[in-house]
């Protein structure tokens, strides 16, 4: 766990976060199989998801604790830390990313634990907990799906681009996202939504999804995803320029960027509440 004057390499911090993440989904899919023999003395269904959020979350965070006492750590469900600019590790973990996935038993829910130095994502992990596929990337290092390098999509078209998008929780953000989705579709190959952002932009950075986008993540939803899109060689951004956030991630081959974010700027695609 060396630290020195320029920070601890970033490959270090991805070893740390991908024994910490593969005990941490292992924890979430044996809490799923115990709720579910167990589901009649549960007062709702999403008790359960909650319940294994916090569980996890709790569990990465005593773990980084004891593997690495000085830095700080951001999470879904209990909140913490806001990005430092000395040097210091800042961890990003989303402990169950796709949780309605989680709670109908669809294989699509994931571990994401991110590092950030400075204010930059330099080593991330996604782990499928239902599948056990792994995603690794670490900055100027390359993106990895257990061993092969990925290279995102080599599709250079929007009319042939099968377009991953997400949707947030809010009715009234739901009916905008709905109404963008109408003028997108016509415009695509297709859309798909399969509940797991962080997967998502797996997908993307493997080629699986050919580009992705959403308005309205968290840093939780992005940070360690962002990053695997990133070292595939993809463009992550935002809008206008912007990098990506709250308003607006976009994660595209470099050929079909500039044509994607266009239509999504036609669209009002990071538009409404
Ligand atoms: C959600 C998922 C979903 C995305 C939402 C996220 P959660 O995270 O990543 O795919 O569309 O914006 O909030 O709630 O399952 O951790």
Known sequence: MASNAVGPAPGELLAVAVEVADRAARTARRMRAEAITDVSTKTTDTDVV???DR??????????RRLRPG???????????????DGGVRWIVDPIDGTVNYLYGLPQYAVSLAAE???TVVAGVVRNAATGAEWTA?????AFREGRR??????????????????????????HQGAVLARLLPRVRDIRRFGA????????????????????LNPWDHAAGGLVALEAGLVVSGLGGVPAGPDMLVAAPPAIFAELHDLLTEVDAAGGP
């Open 197 to 216: 952002a962080a997967l998502d932009l797996c997908m993307a950075a493997e080629g699986a999804l050919d580009a992705y986008f959403e308005k309205g």
């Open 55 to 64: 569980a996890v979350e709790r569990q990465v965070v005593e773990e980084l």
């Open 50 to 52: 909650t319940a294994a």
């Open 138 to 142: 670490t900055l100027g290092g390359g």
């Open 117 to 119: 130095v400075d204010g």
């Open 150 to 175: 990925l290279r995102g999509s080599a599709r250079t078209t929007l009319d042939q681009t099968l377009l991953g998008t997400g949707f947030g929780y809010d009715p009234a953000r739901r009916a």
């Open 71 to 85: 830095d700080t750590v951001l999470g879904e469900e209990y909140g913490g830390a806001a990005a430092g600019d």
